[in-house]
């Protein structure tokens, strides 16, 4: 299972696979910033941390956004999505300044293209989940998340967060390690649905609809039966 789960996972991070076609540039400035929190570089490519990024790599071939490029300190690729809005252009910001000064990067992008906090969905891995879980939250704190803390000290505290649970190691002197060790054979069970249930209803996030979104999700991916050695608030 983590051989077939892990060899898929390759494809999102652009590893063995053919991507899909890209989605022609129609011009015009990006209308919405997905980024993903997470640390660059293929040792810490499948770790929990990364879990922002590594959706952000499934939502880029899915719709089959342009080819990564650097800028702004981070991987960046720009794509459209159809909403019920129309077709809205999207730019993926991938920040390689490491997790706990992604604020920094994602600030870069979001000045040049004269967006605001609101235009802003950061996706991260969330410890105070149980694995599987989904919550959408908008402004508000850091819960102690460094990156998430980065992010507020460069762009305020009014972006919007999609909080992947990745659960909780039991004790607060193992979280570091935990975060950093890559997903489990049990997580297979839950990480790829959910990277589709988020590609698939990725069309609700971008025209702002969190409620229906996160039902979509956890709908399509519903999380597994709780863990009682993980946190599941």
Known sequence: MIRSFWSRVSGLLGLGTQPAPAIPDEGGKAVLILSGQGNPGEKYAKNRHNAGFLVLDFIHREYGFQPWRSKFESEIAEGVINTSNGREKVLLVKPQTYYNETGRALSKAVQFYKLNAEDVVVLHDEIDLAPGRLRMKQGGGHSGNNGIRSMIAHLGETFRRVRIGVGHPGDKSKVMPYVLADFSKADS????????????????LVEGNDERFQTEVMRLAPAPKNDPKKTAR
């Open 189 to 204: 069970e839950w990480f790829e649905p959910m990277a589709k249930a988020i590609a698939s209803a990725l069309p609700f």
